[in-house]
């Protein structure tokens, strides 16, 4: 290599030497950007909101006045959708994953399915709303009631739940399938024994994470007529109900600067609860990954 072929590599590396610090630093401050605002979203928050926090607070049913607002039946209420909305999504979509990986045939309308699960993932909330209120609502005349809201919350979480079952059941490696093939196993047999304990931690992981976006929507809930101000708790499904972000949004929408307070309140709750979710799901994937 002579001196003028050094020279050019020499070039070359140092523009992808500056490159790389170049994209370093842009990622590095994009990450300390975003963890900047959410730590001024969580001071602000946290500030506003902790006067009101207190245990008359989630005790206290919804009221006209602030300093005896509370948010009992929102939390009841948000309890009761999940309920409902955690059997028939995690049913529905750990069944159509086993179905669409392990038993549909490789052709044009299976690809078609599987193209829609993955678009209707991106579809607004909104949407899913309208259809919920059309179905349940009206067609099958279920009534604003929790069972409405909590089988409209499903068809919300329903496509998440789907893919992150394919990927974990396609993560399980080809040589269980065979071993268990070899003993003797039925296709059933080495499902139900082989997969889905090998493809537990990816399912329940992406199930719970669902969940904490159902427990944090607003729009399908609204639109189905969910309400935002009630003093009793639901005795059953077919009750009417309001949950944590509906009764944050009431607030909100008040004039008067103390509801805005307690909003702040709610949204402490609210985030308690999503971290206890998105936790619970990690230490799901960490057990169940130590065993493995």
Avoid: C
């Avoid at 179905?135 to 005349?141: K, S």
């Avoid at 109900?241 to 607030?251: D, G, K, N």
């Avoid at 709750?269 to 206890?276: A, F, G, K, R, W």
Wanted: a positive charge.
């Amino acid at each position: 290599m002579n001196l003028v072929d050094k020279q050019i590599v020499q070039k070359s590396m140092g523009r992808r030497i500056l490159k790389n610090q170049l994209g370093r630093t842009v990622f590095f401050l994009a990450s300390v950007f975003g963890i900047a605002i959410l730590a001024v979203l969580f001071y602000r928050i946290l500030s506003e909101g902790m006067g009101y926090l207190d245990w008359n607070f989630l005790t206290n049913f919804a009221s006209r006045f602030p300093e005896e607002a509370g948010i009992k039946a929102a939390i009841i209420g948000s309890l009761w959708l999940m309920a409902v909305t955690a059997p028939v999504s995690l049913l529905l979509g750990v069944g159509t994953a086993i179905y669409l990986e392990e038993y549909a045939k490789d052709n044009k309308m299976t690809r078609f399915i599987q193209m829609n699960i993955s678009n209707l993932a991106g579809v607004p909330s909104v949407v899913f709303g309208l259809l919920g209120l059309t179905v349940f609502v009206r067609l099958m005349e279920m009534g604003r009631s929790i069972m409405a809201g909590g089988l409209t919350m499903s068809l919300l979480i329903l496509p998440i739940i789907v893919v992150s079952s394919q990927e974990a059941i396609r993560a399980i490696p080809k040589n269980q399938y065979e071993a268990s093939f070899a003993m003797g196993a039925t296709k059933w047999q080495t499902v139900l024994r082989v997969v889905l304990p090998a493809a537990i931690p990816g399912i329940l992981t992406g199930g719970i994470l669902a969940l904490s976006r159902a427990i944090g929507e607003t729009a399908p809930l609204l639109m189905i007529g969910a309400l935002s101000f009630i003093a009793y708790l639901p005795e059953n499904v077919w009750s009417g109900f309001t949950v944590l972000p509906i009764q944050i949004f009431h607030w909100t929408g008040r004039p008067q600067e103390e509801f805005h307070l307690v909003a702040s309140a709610g949204i402490i709750v609210l985030l308690v609860l999503l971290l206890l979710m998105n936790s619970i799901a990690v230490f799901i994937r960490n057990k169940f990954s130590k065993r493995s």
